[in-house]
């Protein structure tokens, strides 16, 4: 009988242990601050070249992806439609993007991520170049 109290108990501070420790792994991605992490600082892409953007931490709605030059706003690389859980958006520079304004380059570029329905909560990326 005591064998048995014992197994049941061991069995239930187990299935607790269990419960705590999936808990544990799933709440840091509930709090996570959203942030860009592709482009990274000092990357350097390609006009004509396709790139990965990558985010984490945004919870679920649609998104916005911007692309800033110099502080300024040079527009949408999406349509608006693309959900905020998706984490990746595949963007083909296009050519001329930064060299159709005669530079041959821009280190002050930043992709911005914000949902469709609110466009001041805004997430940056951190500086990165886009050359020829």
């Known amino acids: 009988m005591k064998l048995n109290r014992l197994t049941m108990f061991l069995a239930i501070v187990m299935m607790l242990f269990i419960a705590q420790l999936s808990y544990s792994k799933e709440q840091p991605m509930k709090n996570?601050?959203?942030?860009?992490?592709?482009?990274?600082?000092?990357?350097?892409?390609?006009e004509g070249k396709t790139y990965t953007i990558r985010w984490?931490?945004?919870?679920?709605?649609?998104?916005?992806?911007?692309v800033l030059i110099g502080g300024h706003y040079a527009g949408t690389i999406n349509s608006c439609n693309n959900c905020a859980l998706e984490g990746k958006f595949r963007w083909k520079i296009p050519e001329g993007f930064v060299t159709g304004f005669g530079e041959k380059r821009d280190d002050f570029v930043r992709i911005a991520i914000y949902y469709k329905d609110n466009e001041s909560n805004?997430?940056?990326?951190?500086?990165?170049?886009?050359?020829?």
Do not use: M, R
Not at 32 to 46: A, L, T
Not at 122 to 132: A, E, K, V
């Open 32 to 46: 996570q601050k959203p942030e860009i992490i592709s482009p990274k600082k000092g990357d350097v892409w390609h």
């Open 56 to 66: 984490k931490g945004f919870k679920e709605g649609i998104i916005c992806i911007a």
């Open 122 to 132: 805004c997430t940056y990326s951190n500086y990165f170049t886009i050359s020829q």
